[in-house]
């Protein structure tokens, strides 16, 4: 592998700080409605759970109905649309649709709250001309729901999906007729008891490795083929991120990809797969399965490559490398969130069961024996890229992300960057600094596999 000796140092990006003291100046944040009549309200915004909310009566001040019952809540409005929510999750469900925000509503103190997101995002995402939100104002221009007949509310919903093409919705398996998102209590059991099978087989095992032992491991006795399987993020249809010059999240993600094949040709004892190597669609799910059928009975991994996204933010740059396990933070959930967006660009061979909760942690724990080889990859991938990258050290993350839950092997998903950032953007389109995050994260790859798959019992 070449040696990147201090690329990029010259680079520099100054942050803006600006929105964020004026948040943080703020004893309570609020939103401010401003409605079609000229009235306007102030809406109290609460950090309960360590991200915002607002009650769920807003909604019914704004002319939704709003019913509260025992699991979850729902919002209706003109007899056209329904809008269903199960507490403590975050997926809900849109005239039958599934939809994911970055958190869940909750109910506290005898109150229902749900995320600001739902008003700030999804409201004026669905109904635009309806709702328009201000983000320097924090800001929601409200019409009147309730003066809408059915025909125009469903145009709006028609013109907004012509409109979005990455938003994380799912077609419903219509054969099952269930509106209601909550599992029935026989699937819950099933879904415990399937769970318990899982973490007993992965308990005996033997393969539960903690990360601590995996640092400390000596080198591998496996000598046959590796597998490595590259995914260059989003594509054809699906564009990410895009930057405010227009750098599209799916080419940098490709341009990298190719750089990283490159760079692994020449070493010997793997065996290189790309999900894809030009500007071609596959859908999410696919990816990592066909991730598993090529690695077979091998050892492999799956490195997924992408590029950050926060416009809300615009001073936020760096690099993180993400493995699968349970978000902790509201920042992981938002980029899990995001990530997994695309899940509605190919619905005809999705289930809509594949997105619900109880069928991530199944997941998870399936993938539960790899989970510290990951962690210890990604680590490995954020030590290599801070050695050139002019960007932050974000860390090892975690979270619950579509793509890599269907590789069953260690498994990681790399921000290389952010494209919402003009200056990181720039850096992120070009050519030197592709070929160099190629050959960085290649080198993390070889430093894995001097350990993976375990083996010698030498320790060093």
């Known amino acids: 592998m070449k040696v990147r000796d201090g690329l990029w140092n010259g680079v520099c990006v100054v942050a803006t700080l600006a929105a964020a003291s004026a948040l943080h100046a703020q004893d309570r944040p609020r939103l401010e409605i401003e409605r079609e009549d000229g009235s306007s309200s102030t809406v109290t915004v609460q950090f309960d759970r360590g991200y915002a909310s607002v009650a769920a009566s807003t909604l019914g001040d704004l002319g939704w109905t709003v019913q509260e019952g025992t699991g979850g809540l729902s919002f209706s409005a003109a007899g056209e ?21 970055t958190d869940a509503p909750y109910r506290t103190g005898g109150s229902s709250w749900i995320p600001l997101q739902f008003l700030t995002d999804f409201l004026p995402r ?45 077609s419903p398996d219509e054969s099952t007729g269930n509106d209601d998102p909550a599992p029935s209590r026989a699937e819950v059991a099933a879904t415990v008891s399937a769970a318990d099978d899982i973490v007993a087989e992965v308990s005996s095992s033997g393969t539960g490795t903690t990360a601590e032992e995996i640092r400390n491991m000596g080198p591998s006795a496996y000598d046959g083929v590796r597998v490595v399987v590259i995914d260059a993020g989003h594509g054809g249809e699906d564009p990410g991120a895009l930057s405010p010059a227009g750098a599209r999240e799916k080419t940098v993600a490709l341009a990298i990809a190719l750089q990283l094949e490159e760079a692994l040709a020449d070493e010997s004892g793997l065996e290189v797969h790309m999900i894809r190597d030009d500007d071609t669609f596959v859908d999410v799910w696919e990816r990592g399965q066909l991730a598993t059928d090529w690695k077979g009975e091998r050892p492999g991994i799956f490195v997924s490559i992408h590029a950050n996204s926060f416009p809300a933010r615009r001073e936020a740059r760096g690099f993180e490398t993400y493995f699968l396990s349970d978000a902790r933070t509201e920042h992981e959930r938002r980029v899990s969130a995001i990530e997994n967006a695309p899940l509605n660009m190919s619905t005809e061979n999705v289930d809509e069961d594949r997105l619900a909760d109880m069928d991530f942690i199944l997941r998870d724990l399936r993938n539960y024996e790899y989970a510290h080889w990951s962690e210890d990859l990604a680590g490995l991938v954020q030590d290599e890229l801070d050695d050139f990258h002019p960007g932050p050290n974000r860390g ?42 190629g050959e960085a994260i290649a080198d993390a790859v070889v430093r894995f596999f001097d350990r993976y798959p375990p083996g010698s019992g030498a320790r060093q």
């Open 81 to 101: 649309i329904s809008v269903s929510f199960r507490l403590d999750s975050p997926f809900f469900r849109w005239d039958g649709v599934v939809l994911q925000m």
């Open 126 to 170: 669905r109904l635009p001309g309806l709702y328009d939100f201000v983000g320097e104002d924090s800001l929601l221009r409200a019409g009147d729901i309730a003066l809408l007949s059915a025909a125009e509310l469903a145009q709006l919903e028609a013109e907004a999906g012509a409109a979005v093409g990455t938003e994380s919705d799912l």
């Open 396 to 437: 090892v993350k975690q979270g619950v992300l579509a793509v890599l839950t269907n590789a069953l092997m260690p498994s990681v998903l790399i921000e290389i960057g952010y494209l919402s950032n003009a200056a990181e953007a720039e850096l992120l389109d070009e050519g030197a600094f592709h070929a160099s995050s």
